[in-house]
């Protein structure tokens, strides 16, 4: 078996892991990108990959399959290669709430298989990545799993695949939690008399600012939050007014909320 990383789909996500793997020094001999929409095909040829638009074809004799597709088509496109997939191929799906068993099921043989959540930042290069390996996967093919996701940004390993569903709360769905947070402060600045451009701007690079200052940091973010809230001045000022509307209660809720509905996702996407 060839030391060859065949994606099933070639969306958005498959194309930031082969523009990932690429600048990593992967080959793009070493890929192979399927899928049915001759325009996606088109964007991953640009990229040097070779492409095709049959399922079967890219997956046979890969030593890696990604799954890239949407989760309420998992079922149709492992059933659809299940012939030719073998117990030594190791299985990596991308697609949100479909439990690693299910794969398994479907592919109807003991399967070495990776369940990841990863989220949109993704795209840019700067993705957060919960990753579950089964009984099936080896050393080696977790490795093989961390590396062909780091390409996309960092990764992180839980023990138990029930763990996914807190983890697409938190960095899975995460990301529209900070635009929710972000529409907000630039339309509360606009309301304060900033024209948009300018009140977007201020709003977004204090964004970054307050990630890079919270992940460089050895202090928790409650420490951070607290060295900027000066007694009796403005910060303290709109942190009453947040913990006055239990903003704080609303965001674990909304939290509670979405593993919630990951739960319920796995259970409607891996039955038969």
């Known amino acids: 078996m060839s030391e060859r990383i065949a994606f099933i789909g070639a969306g958005n996500m498959a194309r930031?892991?082969?523009?990932?793997?690429?600048?990593?020094?992967?080959p793009a001999g070493s890929m192979i990108a399927a899928d049915p929409d001759a325009a996606q095909r088109a964007a991953l040829d640009a990229l040097g990959i070779a492409t095709t638009a049959s399922n079967e074809?890219?997956?046979?004799?890969?030593?890696?399959?990604v799954f890239a597709v949407k989760p309420q088509a998992m079922r149709a496109v492992v059933r659809g290669i299940a012939s030719s997939v073998t117990s030594e191929q190791l299985l990596i799906s991308i697609?949100?709430?479909?439990?690693?068993?299910?794969v398994v099921r479907w592919c109807g043989k003991p399967s070495a298989v990776v369940r990841c959540m990863p989220n949109t930042p993704a795209l840019?290069?700067?993705g957060m990545t919960?990753?579950?390996?089964?009984?099936?996967?080896?050393?080696q093919q977790r490795t093989r799993a961390e590396t062909t996701l780091t390409a996309v940004g960092q990764v992180l390993w839980v023990d138990d695949e029930t763990a996914l569903d807190a983890a697409t709360a938190v960095s899975g769905s995460g990301p529209a939690y900070f635009f929710y947070l972000m529409e907000a402060m630039i339309a509360a600045g606009v309301e304060l008399g900033l024209d948009e451009a300018t009140a977007r701007a201020l709003?977004?690079?204090t964004a970054v600012g307050s990630a890079l200052m919270a992940s460089q940091s050895d202090s928790a973010p409650a420490v951070l939050r607290r060295n900027v809230t000066s007694p009796g001045g403005t910060t303290q000022s709109a942190i009453a007014v947040l913990e006055k509307n239990a903003v704080r209660v609303a965001l674990i809720e909304a939290l509670r909320a979405a593993a919630h509905r990951s739960t319920e996702l796995a259970r409607e996407f891996g039955d038969d």
């Open 95 to 102: 697609a949100a709430g479909v439990p690693s068993g299910a």
């Open 124 to 126: 840019y290069g700067a």
């Open 16 to 26: 930031s892991l082969v523009g990932g793997l690429l600048q990593h020094g992967i």
């Open 57 to 65: 074809a890219a997956a046979t004799g890969a030593s890696t399959i």
């Open 130 to 139: 919960a990753m579950f390996a089964n009984e099936s996967v080896t050393a």
């Open 203 to 205: 709003t977004l690079q």
